[in-house]
């Protein structure tokens, strides 16, 4: 399986100020994805990250909001924009596994907006 | 698009046993089970691709009925260590996995 690391943590934020999660992978993975899931509730699919190309968004995400960048294979970053309160959320980065059917979580960025 | 589990939530005592159901609307190519205790990430258990198997892992197996569109995750003589909520996760076709709406499982002494 691969080793997933996202920076930050944890992290408070003030409201309207953005802030960029990083994600990196130990090995070269063709599929990377992002995740949000709100106090309480499921995961939810924001975007898969495509290397080399823009992201490709889920139904209720926008570029615009959550800009997305994979520079290569082992790495990508999602920044949450002028943020409120209702994006205090966990920010989880996956990627699918070597025969592309498990998907691996990181240990989640937790991000609170006051 | 989101799976429905159910029960949304159950209280077991250390050694009962519990069944966990994922039912989708759609049909499935594969489903994931993963287990989430609070404040972790999602911790992969097993998946299941279309063909109608079974899994098993330690006291954890799951089932997968791909014409009804549903898959089951049975726990069998629960420990305390089992407590956590409980997600399926469902892919159609391309590898974007959609989680289910969750199963709080709590397990006491």
């Known amino acids: 399986s691969a080793v997933i690391s996202q920076k930050p943590s944890r992290d408070i934020c003030q409201r309207g100020t953005s802030l960029t999660i990083q994600c990196q992978v130990d090995?070269?993975?063709?599929?990377m994805f992002w995740y949000r899931q709100q106090p309480g509730q499921s995961l939810t699919l924001i975007a898969t990250?495509?290397?080399?190309?823009?992201?490709?968004?889920e139904s209720g995400f926008v570029i615009d909001k959550f800009p997305i960048s994979r520079p290569n294979l082992t790495f990508s970053t999602l920044t949450v924009s002028n943020m409120s309160p209702e994006d205090s959320s966990i920010y989880l980065c996956?990627?699918?596994?070597?025969?592309?059917?498990?998907?691996?979580f990181g240990e989640g960025s937790w991000l609170t907006v006051v | 698009q989101q799976p429905v589990q159910s029960p949304q939530a159950v209280i077991l005592r250390e050694g009962e046993d519990a069944v966990i159901n994922c039912s989708s609307s759609?049909?499935?190519?594969?489903v994931h089970w993963y287990r989430q205790k609070h404040g972790e990430a999602p911790v992969f258990l097993m998946i299941?691709?279309?063909?109608?198997e079974q899994k098993g892992h330690e006291k954890i197996s799951a089932s997968f009925n791909e014409k009804k569109q549903q898959s089951s995750l049975y726990l069998t003589a629960s420990q305390l260590s089992y407590s956590g909520t409980y997600f399926c996760?469902?892919?159609?076709?391309?590898?974007?996995?959609?989680f289910g709406t969750g199963t709080r499982l709590t397990v006491i002494p």
């Open positions: 759609k049909a499935l190519y594969s």
């Open positions: 996956s990627v699918a596994g070597d025969l592309g059917n498990t998907i691996y």
């Open positions: 990250a495509n290397q080399g190309s823009e992201a490709t968004y």
């Open positions: 299941l691709l279309k063909g109608g």
């Open positions: 090995s070269q993975v063709t599929m």
């Open positions: 996760g469902i892919t159609t076709g391309a590898n974007n996995l959609f």
